[in-house]
Nanobody
């Protein structure tokens, strides 16, 4: 089991920045991929960014490329998401997730491939 706890959400004006953090505990060695997902009411959970924990390869949704950066601190078992140039359409509940699977590049942002989830942190961007 892997436990994930997100923090860092909040309200910001368009163009601003936020940094989300995810503290992982438990059997963290089993996490091959970790990622950030977001969801708004009435819509499916969307993959935002993910990374292979063993080699640092990163993957981003087209909507956030160039604005968001995913990173990890292995010593602290922490996953981060730096979000710059935020837009109102980035408003959502953001979730940290972990997968013990070897994932094809096609599925690294698929929520169904991730087994462990945090409780989420709300990000609200006003225009």
């Amino acid at each position: 089991q892997v436990q994930l706890v997100e923090s860092g959400g909040g309200s910001v004006q368009a163009g601003g920045s936020l940094r989300l953090s995810c503290a992982a505990s438990g059997y963290t060695y089993s996490s091959k991929y970790m990622g950030w997902f977001r969801q708004v009411p009435g819509k499916e959970r969307e993959g935002v960014a993910s990374m292979y924990t063993g080699g640092g390869s990163t993957y981003y949704a087209d909507s956030v490329k160039g604005r968001f950066t995913i990173s990890q601190d292995n010593a602290k078992n922490t996953l981060s998401l730096q979000m710059n140039s935020l837009k109102p359409e980035d408003t959502a509940m953001y979730y940290c997730a972990s997968s013990p699977k070897w994932l094809s590049r096609l599925f690294v942002l698929s929520a169904s491939e991730y087994n462990y989830w945090g409780q989420g942190t709300q990000v609200t961007v006003s225009s």
